[in-house]
């Protein structure tokens, strides 16, 4: 599988700031090597631009969350029928901002899995701890909740979807995770993934989301255990968010 990079620039950026992003990054970038799959997670407002400028290119482009409905009286909601017919090929689930700022539990995140790859959009499932729970030694416990439930049903599925673990207390902070630090709970995701589906082809991939930025971002990338990348800040300038491409 290639390594993925994900730009995810939350609530950021107009349809014009997108359009002239992606334009200097398709100048800047020209083909991409084939170890590497990048994907940019734009506002909705910009889906319909970022489908206009990628086509025929080598970018790929996502939705940075769903309701798990595909129609009906949900008043600010988008469904994935909706992001399959803009042509997302991704949808990132379960972010941290989701969980802590809007209540997004479990559960929820489950059903939008499942509504998302029944219309085969690939789901990036987004796991991590935050530091109470972090020090209190409840990283693994946590992560492994987090993970049966939100596979509960499609474990059979494992493959069609990647995990990205973004330990909490790193995130904006400056502070990321060492790479020993992402190693080890990339190893604990992997056999707790062989261990819900034994038949499982090795398809996920498990990316490191926290603080990500072009100085750490080679020293990340250079494991195996660690598939690729959720970036968040450091992928709103077109430059920062190149080198951390070109360190690949």
């Not at 250079?222 to 690949?248: C, T, Y």
């Amino acid at each position: 599988m290639k390594k993925l990079i994900c730009a995810n620039w939350k609530m950021n950026k107009t349809t014009g700031e997108t359009e002239s992003f992606l334009r200097e990054l398709l100048k800047a970038l020209g083909s991409l090597e084939n170890s590497v799959e990048v994907v940019i997670f734009p506002p909705f407002t910009s889906l319909c631009v970022a489908k206009e400028l990628l086509r025929g290119s080598p970018l790929k482009y996502g939705a940075q969350n769903c309701f798990y409905k595909e129609w009906g009286a949900y008043t600010g909601e988008i469904s994935p029928l909706m992001l399959k017919d803009l042509g997302c090929s991704y949808t990132i689930v379960g972010h941290s901002e989701r969980r802590n700022l809007f209540g997004e539990d479990d559960e929820t995140i489950n059903k939008k899995l499942k509504a998302l790859l029944k219309v085969g959009i690939r789901p990036i499932l987004c796991v991590g701890e935050k530091i109470e729970e972090r020090n209190a030694n409840l990283t693994h416990k946590v992560i492994e909740s987090q993970i049966r439930i939100a596979l509960s049903g499609i474990e059979g599925e494992v493959d069609e979807l990647d995990i990205a673990y973004e330990p909490v207390w790193a995130i904006g902070t400056g502070n990321p995770a060492t790479v020993e630090d992402a190693k080890e709970v990339h190893t604990f995701i992997n056999k707790l993934l062989d261990e819900l589906n034994p038949r499982r082809e090795g398809r996920t991939r498990i990316l490191y989301g926290g603080s990500v930025k072009p100085s750490n971002a080679k020293e990340f990338l250079k494991e195996r255990e660690v598939g690729g990348l959720l970036v968040g800040g450091a992928s709103l300038e077109v430059s920062s968010f190149l080198d951390i491409v070109n360190s690949l």
